[in-house]
């Protein structure tokens, strides 16, 4: 390579807060490009707070990863993008996956030698090696993936999860082996990680990110009788059975697609 970035990682203003293979999660340290004092009000009470810009820098030699569509901000190299679309026939495929996970219908692949930087989020970056494992995304984390892995359409195995679990009818789910990028509304350390040997997890409300898609999903009442279940106060509960491991953000909880802070 014959270029040089400079002022990013060797800013004393930035900080590598994960790196895994080519996949580097830059954290700004403070929004320094103030213009107003209403601005410099709001980014010193963001930056105690912990709301602070994130960036994932990912970084190509002579291999290919997919973003989300959009996702990009500048790249550099030799690196070539292509639509991902193979064909009509995935372009049909892409636009009914788009339709069912409320996500992009093109997903773009960036292939070469090179360095790509992507929007700054204020969201909390995710890097998850996943070996040879298969798990169920929440909807709108996706943010990049090595090509390795196949990102495809993971349906649930039942209508009643579907219908009340407030989690949808599909997913986007990660398959096969490879480093995959997500975009989550905590941050991984505030994650509970529940692993299952042939057991259930009953979770009252959609707080799970991720889950092993061995893991059967249903929505059941939480007490053995209509009864039971009032009288708990808890009512329906969505059930993960089986063998594998759930992700939970324990203190968030979702509002009409909104993510806000639990008081409970």
């Not at 107003?36 to 994130?54: D, G, H, Y």
């Not at 773009?108 to 969201?123: A, Q, S």
């Not at 975009?183 to 092993?212: C, H, R, T, Y």
Request: aromatic share 8%; with cysteine.
């Amino acid at each position: 390579m014959t270029f040089t970035i400079n002022n990013l990682k060797d800013n004393n203003n930035v900080v590598i807060k994960e790196q895994l293979g080519g996949f580097t999660v830059i954290e700004y340290k403070e929004d320094l490009s103030n213009t107003t004092f209403l601005e410099a009000q709001s980014n010193f009470f963001m930056t105690k707070s912990n709301m602070r810009n994130k960036q994932l820098m990912v970084e190509l030699n002579n291999s290919e990863v997919m973003l989300s569509a959009g996702a990009m901000q500048y790249m550099v190299g030799n690196i070539e993008m292509t639509s991902g679309v193979k064909g009509v026939g995935g372009l049909m495929r892409n636009l009914v996956s788009s339709a069912v996970t409320g996500t992009s219908a093109i997903k773009p692949l960036y292939k070469g030698t090179g360095t790509i930087l992507l929007e700054t989020t204020y969201k909390y970056l995710w890097l998850i090696d996943v070996d040879n494992d298969h798990i169920v995304i929440d909807d709108g984390m996706f943010l990049a993936c090595e090509t390795t892995l196949d990102i495809a359409i993971a349906a649930r195995k039942s209508l009643s999860s579907a219908a009340l679990g407030g989690e949808g009818l599909f997913n986007l789910s990660a398959k096969g082996k490879g480093i995959l990028a997500l975009e989550a509304p905590i941050p991984s350390e505030e994650a509970v990680v529940i692993e299952l040997q042939n057991d259930v997890l009953k979770v009252d409300g959609n707080f799970a990110l991720m889950w092993s898609n061995s893991l059967d999903f249903t929505v059941e009442k939480s007490g053995k009788t209509r009864m039971g279940s009032a009288a708990s106060g808890e009512g329906l509960v969505n059930v993960y059975r089986g063998t594998g491991m759930v992700w939970l953000a324990p203190l968030i909880q979702y509002k009409g697609g909104l993510v806000a802070q639990s008081i409970n």
